[in-house]
Each structure stands twice: as structure tokens, then as C-alpha cells.
């Protein structure tokens, strides 16, 4: 049975005002510090919790302002960039939608439609440190591609020594601590039009010391022991998704991605798999 959607307006404190209905994309917001979302139906929970001691952000996207407190937004003003939806979800009542597309214009200069979680030692990032999320990839929207895109960065100093990436249907993680030295390693195929969960365990370093361990869905898949960030400052985490053959018109076998995400979690020293589990 069709369901109607519930009524959307989006007010900011400039004097721009949208009204959405009936589709499943049910807000853009552009700005992570004036954008408020109410629906006539439904009273929402606060959108970031810290009530456990482990965690430095939690984002479940059910609240009034979702990613308010994230560090910084890298979306484009169209409507289609960020989209916060009622269907897929993977918890609650929505999810965030990401699309980019060949002939968008370019955001931060590049084909980009990202968010910052956190940024550094002066927002919770330390040395031992967890991350975790469930993420959703539609056949359509997220089709074969021979070129790769980002889905996660620890960005530090113009490129990200660690990051999560796609490439020909399946996940990727790649590290090192140096641009000529970062490896590959295939963390499995992708399954279209079902959520999944990711959950990755950091001893941020340049050194030796360095450790990775990457759950999904459920399943232990890596670990990696070595420097994974440059010699320099703690990195900051980026969701989302980018892709650099964009902007290179026809370079790509698709011409836009579309990537879900729900759930999203940072944790300190103190968490463990269970607790970052976006599952549990």
C-alpha cells in the first residue's frame, strides 16, 4: 500500500524556505548550523547523543538537525546532493541519501558530496580511536563501475593516507603513511540494495605501532599493523562519496552515485566492537 508521506518544511535563518511532499527524499539542508527539519506528524529525538562514556559522535539522522555538530559539510546547494529519507533505512525513521553526478558543478574543488565528522585532537580524535556505520549501495545508482570512488577519507594534509573505497563492485581499504607507500587490501564484493555494516578500529600513527582491524558485517576481515597516517596531525574523518574521474567527462562507465548512510559512530579508547557495532 502507498504510504503519503508526512509534510516537510525546512527552515533556515536566512530567509530561505522549502516545502517538500509525498517523495521519500525529505529535506536538503545546507548548512550543518541553521537547517532545521519538523514534521507535522512525528516529534523527533536529538540528533547526536554522548550518553555513553565510549562515544565522541553518534549521528542516527532521527533528529531535528541531523549532523549539526559535525565538524563541516562539503554538499552542493541542489536538491539532490544530501537528502535525509524514509526509505532505505537501516534504524528508525531515515537515512542519509549522498549523490554526486558527472555534471555537477564542482564542490571544494572536486565531484564531491561529503561530510565532516571530526577533525583532529580539539574534536575527540586521539591516537586509539573507533569508527563505525551501516551503509546501503542501490543497483541503481551504484552500478559496475571500472573506476573508483572515496566513501570514507582520514584526510590529512591534501590527500588521505587511509580510506574506504569502491572499485568494480567491491569495498577497498587503502594505507600507508606516505603517498608512495599506501597498499590495497580487498575487503569483499559488494551486495546491491542491502544494508551492511562497517566497523574499523584505529591506532592512529605514522610508526610501527599503527594498527587497523575492520569488521563487515559482523566479520572480521583485517588487520593491518603499521603506519596508516602522514607525519603530522591527527587526521579528520569524511563520509560521503567523491570521485575524481568526474571530472573527466566520460572517463566514468556510470555518470552519478548514490550512497546511503545511517548510524554513524566515533568512539575513544574506551569502546569496543560491541559498543561501535551499528547493529547492536
Not at 5 to 26: A, G, H, N, R, Y
Not at 126 to 132: D, G, H, P, R, V
Not at 200 to 217: C, N, P, T, V
Not at 269 to 277: P, Q, R
Request: hydrophobic residues 35%; contains cysteine.
Amino acid at each position: 500500500m502507498l504510504k503519503t508521506k508526512p509534510l516537510v518544511i525546512v527552515s533556515m535563518m536566512t530567509s530561505f524556505l522549502m516545502v517538500t511532499s509525498c517523495e521519500d527524499p525529505q529535506v536538503v539542508p545546507r548548512s550543518r548550523k541553521t537547517t532545521t527539519v519538523t514534521e507535522t506528524t512525528q516529534t523527533q529525538t536529538s540528533t547526536t547523543s554522548t550518553t555513553l562514556t565510549n562515544l565522541v559522535y553518534e549521528e542516527t539522522v532521527e533528529g531535528k538537525t541531523p549532523f549539526s555538530t559535525a565538524h563541516d559539510w562539503d554538499v552542493g546547494s541542489w536538491d539532490y546532493a544530501l537528502q535525509f529519507v524514509s526509505s532505505p533505512v537501516y534504524k528508525g525513521a531515515k537515512a542519509a541519501r549522498f549523490e554526486i553526478r558527472e555534471d555537477q558543478p564542482l564542490v571544494a574543488s572536486g565531484k564531491r558530496s561529503e561530510i565532516t565528522i571530526v577533525k583532529g585532537a580539539a574534536e575527540g580524535v586521539a591516537k586509539n580511536m573507533w569508527y563505525s556505520f551501516a551503509v546501503y549501495f542501490p543497483s541503481a545508482g551504484y552500478e559496475y563501475d571500472s573506476e573508483r570512488e572515496l566513501i570514507n577519507q582520514w584526510y590529512q594534509n591534501g590527500s588521505p593516507a587511509t580510506s574506504l573505497r569502491t572499485h568494480k563492485d567491491r569495498i577497498l581499504l587503502e594505507s600507508g603513511n606516505t603517498t608512495g607507500n599506501r597498499k590495497k587490501y580487498d575487503v569483499g564484493a559488494i551486495t546491491k540494495d542491502a544494508w551492511h555494516t562497517v566497523v574499523l578500529h584505529f591506532i592512529h600513527s605514522f610508526g610501527s605501532d599503527g594498527l587497523i582491524e575492520m569488521w563487515y558485517d559482523g566479520t572480521k576481515k583485517l588487520t593491518i599493523k603499521g603506519g596508516n597516517m602522514y607525519d603530522d596531525i591527527l587526521p579528520k574523518w569524511k563520509i560521503g562519496v567523491y570521485k575524481s574521474a568526474f571530472k573527466t567527462p566520460g572517463s566514468s562507465d556510470v555518470t552519478r552515485r548514490i550512497i546511503y548512510f545511517d548510524n554513524i559512530r566515533v568512539g575513544n579508547d574506551k569502546s569496543t566492537y560491541d559498543t561501535m557495532n551499528p547493529g547492536l
